[in-house]
């Protein structure tokens, strides 16, 4: 039996993402203490990336000063043969994501009690994350970004924990700038978040939370379709559906305002407020964790046998959640290849449409996003790719290119009331819609505007370099 850093057996792999793969693992101890644990560590082809390694071991410094028992716990960290890992925290469960559509699927819908209860829960534990202090007693001002039912984690005993803070910022980050990829997901990102204006601070998660609430009770985000954050922008406002109570419409409709100044000032001033409203919905002697166990009971069989343990030589297969393929597709900030949670959980319950004999995997702790290959505008959604053509008779096999060297890159912004909406092409090619950044690669690109009433700007000759970051762009703006 090989032990990583000597203790820990690496059982089976449960994902990889773009950094990192995740790996179920037990620690072994003296006097035979065995513990399951999730490993995540630097893919192999990652190695050699000095950004990425910088990202991961940030990641770990973070979630080394946060706790909370409803933040997923860090346990160990470490580097072997230049490879980092980490240990994490082992959730046996799933994500809520993955929870609310097995409800929606067996027509046994989260109850409003239960959702404004987990809600509620991961608000306190972004409360306590905001509010974290260093060593020195600073705040470290951290932000998650990436608040999701994809990163809610729901145990079997019904408890409910936040995970992934891969690309929170906070004071004593190393890694300042991170690429496009690295930016939650379209559907969830408070707009000041989306268009990079201004310092993003708690409140940004407060909007995202208000999102996913949304999602639990109605299976899509306050921010449903493409044009919803356009139209945010413009000045519009979200609506929450119609079909929720009047109370839960009034808090989620606070939390996702435009301006943040008219949201709830706190995370745990919006804990609070699910709390009120709670409370007015539901019955005499309401506790989450027993909610949780009953409605859960009706959605997922309440045991499921285990796969069985793979030899961990072969390689990590990758699980990516539906919400993650309907973000590729989204035409508001760009195609968001984040696999987070929901590329890692390893399902420990069938869902509704598997077979009695093939049962899923369980949950455990969150991989890397996924990372676009450099070559190519990040942000650009949905560029046509030519099938391959099959041939008629068989070819000789030819030696792969090596791969090609990484193109530096640089950001471009494009955004302004006159370009709301507007199409935007880059060197021919459609990239989306205003307002956007794009993480292009370094020189010169010919960009071009088709607004909605047909008028074209451009195209102009925009030049980017590698000094043109996420905080300080290339700009178009009218």
């Known amino acids: ?73 860090v346990i160990d960290f470490g580097i072997v043969e230049g490879v980092a890992f980490q240990v994490l925290e ?30 509620a829960t991961v608000g306190h534990a972004l409360h306590a994350a905001h509010t974290a202090v260093g060593d020195d007693g600073a705040a470290l001002g951290v932000v998650h970004r990436d608040v999701s039912p994809q990163n809610v984690l729901v145990s079997r005993a019904g408890d409910v924990k936040l995970a992934d803070f891969g690309i929170a910022l906070w004071e004593q980050r190393t890694e300042k700038t991170i690429g496009a990829a690295s930016r939650g997901k379209p559907t969830y990102m408070a707009p000041e978040q989306a268009m990079r204006s201004g310092g993003l601070d708690a409140r940004a998660d407060v909007f995202s939370l208000g999102c996913t609430l949304h999602a639990l009770l109605t299976g899509e985000s306050a921010m449903k379709d493409e044009n919803a954050l356009v139209d945010l922008l413009a ?118 449409a598997a077979p009695p004999s093939a049962p899923g995997p369980a949950v455990t702790a969150p991989a890397e996003p996924a990372v676009q290959p450099a070559d190519s505008p990040r942000e650009v959604a949905a560029l046509p790719v030519e099938p391959a053509r099959s041939e008629a008779r068989p070819r000789r096999a030819l030696p792969a290119p090596a791969p090609a060297a990484p193109k530096a890159m640089g950001v471009l912004a494009i955004g302004g009331e006159r370009l709301l909406k507007g199409e935007i092409f880059v060197d021919g090619r459609p990239a989306g819609f205003a307002p956007r950044q794009l993480e292009l690669p370094t020189g010169a690109h010919q960009v071009e505007l088709v607004l909605t009433d047909g008028t074209r700007l451009g195209p102009r000759v925009i030049t980017v370099s590698a000094q043109h970051t996420e905080s300080a762009p290339q700009r178009w703006v009218e």
Not at 92 to 117: E, I, Y
Not at 241 to 261: C, T, Y
Request: some cysteine; aromatic content about 4%; hydrophobic content about 50%.
């Open 1 to 73: 039996m090989t032990l990583l850093a000597g203790k820990y057996e690496l059982v089976r792999p449960l994902g990889q993402g773009g950094m990192a793969e995740v790996w179920e693992a037990v620690l072994h101890g003296d006097a035979g203490f065995r513990r399951r644990v999730a490993v995540k560590r630097m893919a192999a082809e990652r190695v050699g990336d000095e950004r990425l390694q910088r990202m991961f071991v940030d990641e770990a410094r973070l979630a080394s000063r946060l706790h909370h028992p409803n933040l997923v716990a």
């Open 90 to 119: 082992l959730v046996d469960g799933l994500d809520a994501a993955r929870l609310a559509s097995l409800g929606s699927a067996a027509h046994q819908p989260m109850p409003a009690p239960v959702a404004l209860g987990i809600a």
């Open 235 to 352: 000045g519009l406002e979200l609506d929450a559906d119609a079909s929720l109570p009047a109370e839960v419409r009034e808090l989620i409709g606070r939390a996702v305002r435009r301006d943040r100044q008219a949201r709830h000032p706190t995370a745990e001033a919006f804990a609070q407020a699910c709390e009120r409203v709670q409370a007015a919905l539901a019955p005499p002697g309401f506790e989450l964790r027993r909610a949780l166990k009953e409605w859960m009971a009706l959605v997922v069989p309440a045991s499921a046998p285990r796969l069985p343990t793979p030899t961990p030589s072969g390689r990590p297969s990758v699980h990516p959640s539906p919400a993650a393929r309907r973000a590729r597709v989204l035409g508001l900030v760009g195609a968001v290849v984040a696999l987070g949670v929901a590329s890692i959980v390893a399902r420990q319950w069938p869902g509704p």
